[in-house]
């Protein structure tokens, strides 16, 4: 299966990376608001640091297009997550945490469930 070479190939940078998309959906989902200003504005700022962060990573246009596209992507979805996570908690939390510890440990368990499958897939192969 590709899902369990992918999980088997992943390296514990990309596992801890999974685990802030895992707290971010599980946030998104809790708190959505679907006013189209917090979205725009999280695109705008996302394209903006994206472009400066892929520069920055791969220097010239050529290398940006010889790069790895989940990087490239992953470069402009990351501001997009960090601009639109506090518009969404507003008021809600603290930090990336929210004021109601039972969201905060269900987040958690979410993400030590991922890193269980991780794990027992990586020590399967």
């Known amino acids: 299966m590709d899902v ?15 685990c802030f998309m895992i707290w971010y ?11 189209p200003d917090i979205w725009f504005r ?11 962060l ?8 050529d290398d940006i297009l010889a790069a790895d596209r989940y ?9 997009f997550c960090v601009s639109s996570f506090p518009a ?14 039972k ?3 269900t987040a958690m368990i979410l993400c030590g469930m991922f890193v269980v499958i991780w794990y027992g897939v990586k020590h399967l192969y």
Do not use: C, H
Request: proline share 4%; hydrophobic share 50%; no cysteine.
């Open 4 to 18: 369990l070479m992918y999980l088997n190939d992943m390296p514990y940078g990309m596992v801890i990376l999974w």
């Open 54 to 61: 892929n520069i920055n990573s791969f220097g010239t246009y």
């Open 25 to 35: 959906i599980y946030f998104v989902i809790r708190y959505f608001d679907p006013s």
């Open 103 to 105: 969201e905060n440990i």
């Open 71 to 79: 990087q490239v992507f992953r470069f402009f979805l990351i501001p």
């Open 88 to 101: 969404l908690l507003k008021g809600k939390g603290i930090l990336v945490f929210s004021k109601d510890s």
């Open 42 to 52: 999280s695109v705008g700022i996302a394209i903006l640091v994206g472009i400066a």
